[in-house]
């Protein structure tokens, strides 16, 4: 148990002295062998057991709670890596958590830790499929422990807030599960109007990205479309790729539901005049600029959304730079067919809830007609400031409708 605390303290510090500048280096190659090495699962087991034994030996070893917040803290660090939470779920995070809360008061008194996996981490890791198919296993086993010394902590409210949200992204992957959900697809021939079932289409048999409705179509998206560019490096990154083609299904599927849902709250932005100047002012720099309609998922697994300049905004990382390419190539394209939305999400491990590794990704949507972003463009470019604010809440309305 000694040693844990140990491994414990060293992970911490370690994890600090990695958010310097000089170690950024580090920070990508450390982590994933302590990863591998079993750090995740050894930590939670060790707190786990501890948080498992009753209040007398506890208060027998004097050490116990330190070496168990000491875990705590640490772990708390690693787990807004999806793959980290998935390792300590599997490896009992969810009763320790229970456990702990239960614990006297005096005894958790100043431990952040707990409160910040509850609102923040947990919830956050939602948007990965693989955790959330984990914490549809484990969940219905952690309600036999659930007692009332927990459901008098100050933390059961923070708890039953992170399992109803557990509970909707399990019903969105339960959907997705089901043979009888349909995907759609719209042909990536940008010329071509045809959309329909995923069933309908032809993948393009080198990155496997890109779909299309005939032969024809796939020709003159890879000649004149501009394919033959990109086509290699997709498939290169794809490969590479550390989200699995489920987990960005779920991904997709998660953030069309929130924009059917919540798209008034981007109506809500841009009754804003500072948001509406902001946007202008970023046209009127670069007319040929896009918009991109971001729903922010890092705070704690609900997401917000706003509206911005594509022109601000780069891919986060060589995997994405790629997609973006592509997806950017094709709604310059689109004649204003095809709208490119962003999920924002955590997914890396950081000692401070700043600095943790955020992860964009992107996403396009095809629609029949020009789409609500092609509306606000049109009236940056082309009306006048004095008129703007009622036309931007007229096409509002109406998008709101339609979607
Ligand atoms: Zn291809
Ligand atoms: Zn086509």
Redesign the pocket.
């Known amino acids: 148990m000694f040693s844990f605390h140990y491994l414990a303290s060293f992970l911490g510090d370690l994890e600090y002295c990695d958010d310097s500048e000089h170690t950024m280096d580090r920070k990508f190659t450390l982590w994933p062998v302590l990863f591998a090495s079993g750090v995740v699962q050894s930590l939670t087991t060790a707190s786990r057991i501890i948080s498992e034994t009753n209040a007398r030996l506890q208060n027998e070893n004097a050490s116990f709670p330190a070496i168990h917040f000491q875990c705590l803290e640490t772990l708390h660090g690693l787990l807004t890596w999806h793959h980290a939470m998935l390792e300590s779920l599997r490896a009992g995070l969810l009763p320790l958590i229970v456990r702990t809360a239960s614990m006297p008061k005096e005894n958790t008194e100043g431990v952040d830790a707990l409160q910040t996996l509850l609102d923040h981490i947990l919830p956050g890791s939602t948007v990965s499929y693989t955790v959330v198919a984990e914490l549809k296993v484990q969940l219905p086993a952690v309600d036999s422990i659930i007692g009332p010394e927990f459901q008098n902590s100050r933390y059961a409210s923070s708890w039953e807030s992170f399992v109803s949200l557990a509970r909707r992204r399990i019903d969105l992957m339960d959907e997705m599960d089901t043979k009888a959900s349909v995907v759609f697809k719209a042909?990536d021939?940008m010329d071509?109007d045809?959309m329909g079932p995923k069933t309908n289409f032809k993948r393009c048999s080198n990155c496997r990205e890109a779909y299309?409705?005939?032969v024809d179509?796939q020709k003159i998206d890879w000649g004149s479309g501009g394919h033959r560019k990109r086509c290699h490096s997709i498939r290169t990154h794809s490969l590479k790729n550390d989200l699995d083609a489920k987990n960005r299904a779920f991904m997709r599927r998660l953030l069309r539901a929130d924009l059917v849902e919540r798209r008034y709250e981007e109506a809500l932005s841009l009754h804003d005049p500072g948001c509406l100047f902001f946007l202008r002012d970023t046209m009127r720099r670069d007319p040929s600029d896009l918009l991109v309609t971001v729903l922010d998922y890092s705070a704690n697994g609900y997401p917000r959304m706003h509206i911005e300049g594509l022109a601000q905004l780069r891919a986060d990382d060589e995997r994405g730079a790629v997609y973006w390419e592509e997806h950017i190539a094709r709604a310059a394209r689109s004649r204003g067919r095809m709208e490119l939305h962003l999920m924002l999400v955590r997914d890396g491990p950081g000692s401070d809830w700043v600095h943790r590794r955020k992860r964009w990704l992107m996403f396009p949507q095809r629609s029949e007609y020009p789409s609500f972003h092609h509306a606000l463009l049109q009236i940056f470019r082309h009306r006048e400031e004095t008129d703007e604010t009622e036309t931007v809440a007229q096409i509002m309305n109406s998008a709101v409708k339609i979607h």
Do not use: A, I, L
Request: aromatic share 12%; charged share 0%; with cysteine.
């Open positions: 042909c021939n071509c045809t299309y409705c005939s179509c």
